[in-house]
């Protein structure tokens, strides 16, 4: 059973508990535990929210006031939720690594442009001599040799 899944009637959520029906009802009306309802409207509680009303009732008596203790069954609320979704996370995370080994492994094509490899894949390089000139020396030189040889 999912901790989270409603289950418990009312009267059965108060005696796991240790309160009084009147308690939950009250407590749900001013949003401190608020249980799942049924289709007909009736409160339905979760083991969760049966550890928070225990939790509930342990601060109370230690004298800890309810919207403090409303307040930090919201952060652990908060902190529950990001750990669930830290954990997704990191299993989405884990699953991508495993799905692209060494995806992340780039080498210069043929033409200057980047290639992604495979882990362990290397390009054939090329033996050919390529001379590179900056623009305008290229621009210049062929102008150069268009206009033929200039006289002085």
């Known amino acids: 059973m999912d901790a989270d899944s409603p289950v418990f009637a009312i009267a059965v959520a108060a005696e796991l508990a240790g309160m009084h029906p009147q308690t939950l009802r009250q407590y749900d009306r001013i949003g401190l535990v608020v249980p799942g309802r049924t289709r007909g409207g009736s409160r339905r509680y979760s083991m969760r929210d049966i550890e928070q009303l225990r939790e509930v009732a ?57 290639v992604t490899l495979p882990s362990g894949r290397r390009i054939r390089r090329s033996t050919e001599v390529v001379l590179w000139h900056p623009r305008g020396a290229a621009d210049a030189s062929d102008a150069d040799q268009e206009s033929g040889p200039r006289e002085g």
Do not use: H, K, W, Y
């Open 58 to 114: 342990q601060l109370s008596s230690e004298g800890m006031s309810l919207p403090a203790i409303a307040r930090l069954l919201d952060l652990e609320d908060e902190v529950r939720m990001l750990r669930r979704r830290v954990s997704e996370l990191e299993g989405s995370l884990r699953a991508e690594r495993e799905n692209r080994p060494g995806v992340r492994v780039f080498a210069a094509g043929a033409t200057g442009q980047v």
